[in-house]
């Protein structure tokens, strides 16, 4: 049965932190859900089956505990009376399968010892994730190799409305952060978190992974619709190629958005993106965290995205500016132009390839052009080095078999209800 969650998700200042808490996320390696600590301190355990690992575990002891922070494979062996000659030996014929080195604090792993009065360890097993582990067989010649445990994956629904506070909701909420992070990435392109309100929506359909019924992850999204402002925006995931799948709205169009190769048509670049070149006007080397398209003054000036103006005005060094953030991850800016565009202030909602300004040389420049700056969370960037999404729609040879995946995941992921509607009296 489809367990259905309710996620509330929310806005405010929040929505800062909630960026920080997604990358936080992202950066770790480990399923959360899989991090129950068991402790330091080795426990022995009651095996809920005869088989586990692969290796029959009813007739021995299996002993379990995490890796201390410096703790080697001698502090857990030792005391199950395998000798410094035994641990030697073993750690060279592991070698080809792996390095012992390895081991990290905070993983898994189990011992499994005699019954008898040697209480000798049989088999030692260590748990590189929740899904990979590396046997040790102990015995007479030792032999190590790898296994890997079988992953269900159990679809599951989730609806949520948008309250307040995002962050908040999400500590409380009862399905993993790693979902709304999926969200987050999947409509990255299409809605901005950063403007969602109070009042939205989402309904998920989403792959939930499991190792011996104890839930390890989140897995692929496979649709999803976000409300924002009363417009849904449909998200599906299909897969057009052999390579990797994506993300399409019910038109068929790509959720990622390309950027615009160049602010301007017609140009050429005068001075790349360098972290040391030597500035023509201020005689002395310093970084230069942008690319300059010469172009003739008066050149339009467009966004190379969809977006919003957060800054248009001037500076002494940037002269007549405009900054436009994309999304979550992206910003662009647009220095010394001879002319901002009429209308362009902070909140203006713009479209790539609007004219935003025009080339000039206001500020600290030799001649007209544009400086173009690149911003990726927060930082300055070569944008012509980054790997930017293409967004390429649903092909022809795959519109016929991409509608008939509609057909399926649509009026499924429609019958998936908001949590108010449930709230109707019946
Ligand atoms: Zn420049």
Request: glycine share 8%; charged share 25%; with cysteine.
């Amino acid at each position: 049965m489809e367990k259905k969650h309710k996620l509330y998700l929310l806005l405010g200042a929040g929505a800062l932190a909630l960026f920080s808490f997604f990358t936080l996320q992202q950066h770790s390696d480990q399923p959360v859900a899989s991090m129950a600590p068991l402790g330091n301190a080795e426990i022995v355990v009651e095996p809920v089956s005869e088989v586990a690992f692969g290796i029959r575990v009813d007739t021995l002891h299996l002993h379990q505990a995490e890796f201390k922070p410096n703790q080697f494979l001698a502090d857990v062996l030792l005391p199950h009376h395998i000798s410094y000659p035994e641990i030697d030996r073993l750690v060279k014929k592991a070698k080809p399968v792996f390095d012992v080195r390895k081991l990290a604090a905070g993983k898994k792993f189990s011992i499994l010892t005699a019954q008898d009065s040697t209480a000798k360890a049989h088999y030692f097993i260590y748990e590189s994730s929740a899904t990979q582990y590396v046997v040790f067989d102990l015995r007479d010649t030792m032999r190590i190799y790898k296994g890997e445990r079988e992953v269900e994956v159990r679809e599951a629904t989730s609806a949520g409305v948008i309250q307040s506070s995002l962050y908040e909701s999400l500590l409380a909420a009862e399905t993993s952060p790693a979902l709304a992070m999926e969200l987050a990435n999947m409509y990255a392109w299409s809605v901005d978190f950063y403007r969602i309100q109070k009042g939205d929506r989402f309904k998920v359909i989403y792959e939930q992974r499991f190792v011996e019924g104890e839930f390890i992850g989140v897995g692929a999204i496979k649709a999803a619709v976000f409300q924002h402002k009363s417009e849904d925006f449909y998200g599906f995931y299909y897969q057009q190629d052999s390579l990797r799948g994506d993300y399409y709205d019910e038109k068929g169009n790509s959720l990622r958005k390309a950027f615009l190769q160049a602010p301007l048509k017609y140009s050429r670049i005068s001075s790349g993106f360098s972290r040391r070149r030597f500035h023509p006007v201020q005689k002395r080397y310093k970084s230069h965290l942008g690319t300059d398209y010469a172009a003739p003054k008066g050149t339009p000036i467009m966004s190379v995205g969809d977006g919003t103006v957060v800054k248009a005005g001037f500076g002494r060094f940037n002269g007549n500016y405009v900054k436009i953030r994309h999304n979550g991850t992206y910003s662009t800016q647009y220095l010394h132009m001879s002319k901002i565009a009429s209308g362009m202030k902070p909140g203006r909602v713009v479209r790539q390839g609007e004219v935003i300004g025009y080339v000039g040389s206001t500020g600290l420049a030799t001649g007209p052009h544009v400086c173009f700056r690149f911003w990726k969370n927060g930082k300055q960037v070569n944008h012509r080095a980054e790997k930017l999404p293409a967004s390429k729609p649903i092909q022809e040879e795959y519109k016929a078999d991409y509608l008939e995946w509609l057909e399926v995941w649509k009026p499924k992921l429609d019958q998936v209800t908001f949590p108010e509607e449930e709230q109707l009296p019946a």
